[in-house]
């Protein structure tokens, strides 16, 4: 809310990466296309922070394999992650719920919010959705979000069309470097 309609400026964007844990990677079911993702997230945070952008992180915390403080609670070790980056722990699917993400990214005058991360079909799509009724732009990286579901090459491509048609834009993470 408080936003305006105005066309998004895209120095005032930030690269939201969620949910890239060790132990979502070790789960039996492997990720869709584990090396690929972390790769092209990879490319977007170096992108974000050549163009002067901010990257946040998001950790999810459960009583399950996300145990705050565990090892496999933590961002996955590939990443590349900075000390500065502002990270940000939450315990619901949307990453605005009962956190303090809304307000960090208000006031930073960000007004566009790129997603990438994990899972497609939980955390991604309701941070999506979330973002959208708060009154950002939001990007979402097509090639930069997966899980472990059996059938996640048609969950992505699904999701994919969701989000675009409840507004959000989707790109590949090439196409946002460019943007």
Aim: proline letters at 3%; a negative charge; charged letters at 20%.
């Amino acid at each position: 809310m408080g936003k305006t309609s105005l066309p998004p400026d895209r120095s005032r964007s930030v690269l939201l990466v969620i949910d890239v844990q060790q132990a979502l990677f070790e789960r039996s079911t492997p990720i869709f296309h584990a090396e690929r993702l972390l790769d092209t997230i990879n490319s977007m945070i170096t992108f974000f922070r050549e163009s002067g952008r901010a990257v946040v992180f998001v950790q999810h915390e459960n009583n399950k394999i996300l145990l705050k403080g565990t090892p496999g609670w933590k961002i996955h070790s590939e990443l590349h992650r900075e000390e500065s980056d502002p990270v940000i722990y939450k315990q619901h699917g949307n990453a605005f719920e009962q956190t303090g993400l809304q307000e960090l990214l208000d006031s930073c005058g960000v007004d566009t919010i790129v997603i990438a991360g994990l899972v497609s079909n939980g955390c991604i799509r309701a941070t999506c959705l979330g973002a959208l009724d708060l009154g950002f732009q939001v990007i979402l990286a097509a090639d930069g979000h997966s899980s472990w579901h059996k059938d996640i090459g048609k969950i992505i491509v699904k999701i994919n069309r969701e989000m675009e048609e409840a507004g959000v834009e989707v790109f590949l993470a090439e196409q946002i470097t460019m943007l």
